[in-house]
């Protein structure tokens, strides 16, 4: 009741809450920043907080900019740069820190709230996971509860008047957020150059292969893609995913062809094709991976001489494309000169014993299958598959790898039985990409991370052309059959943990949330253009070009608001006329029916008294009608209950 | 013409007073206007730039945080809207003042609904008041104007306006009681204690009520002044009680507009007011003689009422 002057005073309880919101929206970054930054927010905040807590002066402007300078150089130290994702973001933090500790107006804390805005948005550069959704959501809570605590200038909101009404706006925003979200034009960004390391972080397949590269991405559970199969998942073993294919060799590295002629998809196939579509995670290279070999092209992607897949642009977001691919093939029926030439160089200085072993079996076994037989043979008595295989040295790593250690991963094996082959005239080629997956019972979808990157070989026979050969296969053949856990036994705690609790609740609660994130990413961060376009020709909208997506936009914009709009104004007008004087109107009109009208001048009592008088049979229903409507009218009032229960009657009243 | 007063001319234009309205006005929806304000445009710049961020990094969820903000803002104009809708204004109390105090006019506002938040009132170029509304409460506003000629002063067109809850919006409705306050002239301390030479022009010897001889003690009734109540009594525990005095040698005093010794007309009317309000301090009965009007003697605070509005309202053209 008390009237306050509006003044753009800073009550120290709103100052408490920004606090808090920047603090919570903040929190994630740190995981990432240097422990200084973390260090530096709580200063500035508890700062800020001891300000309004105590009414303290603010620290003078020159020193503000001293400290943003210095924090600013201290940036520049730790990242080697001020802009650029990771530093930038830091920047930003850092610059919104500083802010706080000079707000001193109303409009200044507006501001910050707006910055916060930012703050939420810099998370999702690194992380658009459910998770994250759902904790930044509640803090662009906070913030528009702290907006709402900063319009609330006649007395200071309680906790829960500041809470509610934020959560009213943002769960009344939600239907109009989610037409947005479908109906808003798409543009595909980006608008200007990334930042370098924009998508820094990203995991997955070079472009090169030496001993050693691939078991390293094994450690990571990331995924790489996921694939939902038409039909049923073809069988485990024939689950290679094609990636980079690699010809220069140069005595230790295997690499793709600096030139890449396109190729085409026109080779003999004997059977039905596979159908499916893999939603994949960026990893910020060219290729697009499909399971061996593609039959077709998703829009944006070109083919290779080498049946190698390239994306026009590196994939910098998660795309999901529709693939067809033939299990049963036969690539190749001629090999040029040049290429056969290029499939058979190898640097005769390095790694000589490897050399003079495959010119040996050369020798010895003209049979090229014999051939092959042979040095499978030799793989699956002497070696092991190690996911931890001893270091070998730059200059002749195959040497020392198949006559010392005998120790290896796949990318041992596939260089190693490419060499052979090349130095026994035979023309070969590694193929890096993935090899199996992991089956989520609950949609039947194949999840492929890059613990399951794989390489195999594959080798020009001139009857069958490029046959693949996995000599991996010959040393652990659970690796192809079952998938890294089941060759190496479960990689890291967690995973073991999950082993002993085959299909129990751990694992279906873990197969339950792969489900709900694939659902997530197709459907929420992987909605794009295409997405877009897809939704509309499901439900038959027509074309998606921008105009008609504008138009869809005001329509369903209004038709939303308009309902929410209708939805809050309905719901505060003024009651016209009460429910019990409507009933009392009909009863009066049913008896007005049978010649008895009460008279103007006549209240509700005198005319009960009459129609008693002149219709005692409908005495007991009139007088149950009368005493109701006065009680709820003139009386103490009536519950909904009595309202239901007057109206009852009333509509039960007959007159005969 | 500046841009702010042809701003204010445009607006007067557009929002053209019917006045005096009849109690209660009820804001009706047509009544009400809204825009956005400055801080809902700057929050309109950064859902830009948000959107400009989600398109450039293709951020899915940078799309949703964008959209749900947008969408919260278009939420936030229906409230703050919805925050005036149907409220129910009544014009309160206005007593008189001074010349140089300050003059209050009040206001009260009824919500037949939901509670409403920061609800604020002012008349132009004047500070607002703020006030929150709560249901089946009535709110009492009070705009403060300094008063600073006698005379009747106007309320004038109020504008009634909220931002609540986000600020994004500036909803406003005006409403015009053709309120008033009469402003007495300043009391002029200079002018001394009242002429007391018509004293004997009046009967002797009839008691009337005074404040020279303790007389009576009697229950207490609302409006005595406080200096009669009797504390020592009320101390003692007995109930508040009024001490009542007789004055021995009741007179009547005329205030006449002649004998004030100013040549201007308002140092004239200062000193009469000052004179009025002595003679009342002393319990004089007085009479108040100005060009053209009388007032015949008496005391007590309605008859100190007319003679100090009759002062007020002196060669004012309007009828009381």
Not at chain 1, 444 to 464: G, K, P
Request: hydrophobic letters at 45%.
């Amino acid at each position: 009741m008390n009237a306050v002057v509006v003044a753009p005073t800073l009550d120290m309880r709103n100052v408490m809450w920004l606090l808090a919101a920047m603090t919570f929206v903040v929190a994630p970054h740190m995981e990432r920043a240097p422990l200084w930054v973390a260090a530096f927010c709580a200063c500035a905040v508890g700062w800020r907080g001891w300000i309004a807590w105590s009414a303290l002066r603010f620290p003078p402007r020159w020193l503000v900019i001293a400290i943003t300078l210095g924090a600013s150089a201290a940036i520049f130290l730790s990242y080697g740069r001020l802009l650029g994702r990771d530093a930038g973001v830091t920047l930003l933090i850092v610059m919104v820190a500083m802010k706080l500790l000079e707000m001193r107006t109303q409009r200044e804390v507006v501001l910050c709230v707006y910055l916060g805005f930012f703050l939420v948005m810099t998370n999702f550069l690194f992380s658009q996971s459910i998770p994250l959704g759902i904790y930044l959501l509640a803090c662009v809570w906070l913030f528009v509860a702290t907006l709402v605590g900063f319009h609330r200038t006649a007395r200071p909101p309680t906790i829960r008047e500041r809470l509610v009404p934020a959560a009213a706006l943002l769960a009344q925003a939600l239907p109009l957020m989610a037409v947005l979200f479908l109906l808003f034009p798409r543009v595909q960004g980006p608008l200007w150059a990334l930042p370098q390391d924009a998508r820094a972080g990203l995991s997955g397949l070079s472009d090169s292969m030496t001993p050693g590269t691939i078991s390293q991405l094994i450690q990571s559970e990331a995924l790489a893609f996921r694939v939902q199969f038409e039909e049923k998942i073809p069988p485990f073993e024939t689950l290679y995913w094609r990636g980079p294919v690699l010809w220069s060799f140069d005595g230790r590295t295997w690499k793709m062809p600096e030139f890449s002629p396109a190729g085409n998809l026109d080779y003999p196939r004997t059977a039905r094709p596979v159908r499916y579509s893999i939603t994949m995670e960026p990893h910020g290279k060219h290729w697009v991976f499909a399971l061996d070999v593609p039959g077709s092209l998703p829009p944006g992607v070109a083919v290779r001489f080498d049946q190698r897949l390239h994306s026009v642009r590196p994939i910098d977001a998660r795309i999901r494309y529709d693939m067809t691919s033939y299990l049963d093939y036969r690539l190749g029926s001629r090999l040029p000169p040049m290429l056969r030439d290029f499939a058979l160089r190898f640097d005769e200085t390095r790694n000589p014993r490897t050399v003079a072993l495959g010119r040996q079996w050369a020798a010895e076994t003209p049979d090229k299958a014999a051939l092959v037989n042979r040095a499978f043979q030799y793989f699956n008595r002497e070696f092991t598959y190690t996911l931890e295989p001893p270091l070998l040295g730059d200059r002749d790593p195959y040497d020392e790898f198949l006559f010392t250690t005998k120790r290896g991963f796949c990318e041992h094996y596939a260089g190693a039985f490419a060499l052979l082959m090349r130095a026994a005239g035979v023309p070969s080629r590694v193929v890096t990409g993935y090899q199996g997956g992991e089956i989520n019972p609950f949609n039947n979808e194949l999840i492929v991370r890059q613990a399951d990157a794989h390489a195999w070989t594959e080798i020009w026979l001139d009857d069958r052309g490029w046959v693949r050969l996995d000599p991996t296969a010959a040393v652990s053949p659970l690796r192809v059959e079952g998938g890294v856990n089941a060759a190496l036994g479960p990689i890291g705690a967690f995973s073991s943990f999950l082993a002993a609790d085959k299909l129990g609740v751990l694992s279906s609660l873990r197969y339950g949330w792969h489900m709900l994130n694939s659902q997530w990413d197709q459907w929420i961060v992987g909605y794009n253009t295409d997405r877009q376009r897809q939704l509309f020709s499901r439900f038959g909208l027509g074309s998606a070009d921008w105009r008609s997506l504008l138009l869809w936009l005001v329509a369903g914009t209004l038709v939303v608001g308009i309902a929410i709009g209708l939805g809050l104004l309905l719901r505060d007008m003024p009651r016209r006329g009460e429910a019990s004087l409507t009933a009392w109107r009909r009863y009066c009109a049913k008896l007005a029916a049978s010649g008895l009208a009460r008279a103007p001048h006549e209240g509700p009592l005198d005319y009960l008294a009459r129609v008693s008088a002149a219709r005692p049979e409908l005495a007991p229903q009139a007088e149950a009608i009368t005493h109701s409507y006065v009680q709820a009218r003139y009386g103490g009032g009536a519950t909904r209950e009595e309202l239901r229960e007057l109206r009852q009657r009333v509509r039960a009243f007959r007159v005969a | 013409m500046t841009l702010a007063n042809l701003r204010q001319s445009v607006s007067d234009w557009i929002f053209r007073a019917r006045v005096p309205e009849v109690a209660p006005v009820t804001l009706v929806q047509r009544r009400i206007f809204i825009l956005p304000t400055r801080q809902g445009y700057v929050f309109a710049f950064t859902l830009m730039l948000l959107l400009i961020a989600s398109i450039n990094y293709t951020l899915s969820l940078g799309f949703l945080l964008t959209f749900l903000l947008a969408a919260m803002g278009g939420v936030a104009m229906l409230h703050t809207w919805r925050n005036l809708a149907h409220l129910k204004l009544r014009p309160g109390r206005s007593d008189p003042v001074f010349a140089g105090e300050m003059a209050r006019f009040g206001v009260s506002v009824e919500t037949p609904s939901r509670a409403r938040f920061a609800v604020a009132m002012r008349r132009r170029g004047d500070e607002a008041e703020v006030v929150d509304v709560e249901t089946g409460n009535l709110a009492g506003v009070h705009l403060t104007v300094p008063a600073r000629r006698r005379g009747r002063l106007d309320c004038g067109r109020v504008e009634i306006f909220t931002r609540y809850p986000v600020g994004f919006f500036h909803a406003w409705s005006y409403f015009d009681f053709g309120q008033s306050v009469i402003v007495y002239p300043r009391p002029d301390p200079l002018a001394g204690l009242p002429p007391m030479h018509s004293r004997n022009e009046s009967e002797e010897g009839i008691p009337i009520p005074g404040d020279d001889e303790f007389n009576l003690l009697r229950p207490y009734r609302p409006g005595d002044p406080p200096r009669q109540i009797a504390w020592k009594a009320l101390a003692r525990g007995q109930d508040l009680l009024t001490k009542e005095f007789n004055a021995t040698a009741s007179s009547e005093l005329w205030l006449d507009w002649e004998q004030t010794r100013a040549n201007d007309a308002e140092a004239r009317l200062s000193a009469l007011a000052h004179w009025v309000m002595e003679s009342e301090r002393l319990g004089q009965s007085y009479g108040l003689r100005l060009p053209g009007t009388s007032i015949a003697p008496g005391r007590g605070d309605a008859h100190r009422a007319h003679c100090l509005e009759a002062l007020a309202l002196f060669g004012d053209p309007r009828p009381q």
